[in-house]
């Protein structure tokens, strides 16, 4: 019952991914769905691989991720940066590798908040003299 499986956490924006890693045949599961069922923009899928494709592991291991919260974009940024996570710690020799493609940064920007007596974050009404 010695399953190597490697666990990591990735976020960008509102969304938050739970990654486990395990050996396999390249299988990536997205909250007990295929990515093909789940993710349906190419662009997004492309994003998720990106760490695989760079770290050659693509058929490698198996993806198991649960992920919450905010939209398509989001959630695929915080799946790559999940799995970028999980592979450092199956082989830390990827540090250099995923940290110079900037893999491993988290994106922190987030929606500013709207400030009272104005319609928005930096949106002022109009301002007239007279």
């Given amino acids: 019952m010695s399953e190597e499986r490697h666990y990591a956490t990735g976020k960008r924006k509102t969304s938050v991914a739970r990654v486990w890693l395990m050996p ?19 662009t997004a899928k492309m994003v998720i691989r990106q760490p695989l494709e760079l770290t050659e592991t693509l058929g490698k291991y198996d993806i198991f991720v649960n992920v919450r919260g905010g939209g398509i974009s989001g959630q695929a940024g915080a799946i790559k940066h999940g799995i ?16 110079k493609s900037g893999f491993l940064t988290r994106d922190s920007r987030v929606k ?19």
């Fill in 24 to 42: 396999g045949d390249g299988n990536i599961t997205i909250n007990k769905r295929h990515i093909d069922e789940y993710v349906k923009r190419e």
């Fill in 112 to 130: 500013e908040r709207k400030k009272y007596g104005q319609p928005g974050a930096r949106k002022r009404f109009q301002y007239s003299k007279r």
């Fill in 84 to 99: 970028s996570k999980a592979l450092l710690e199956a082989n830390p020799d990827f540090r250099p590798l995923l940290k």
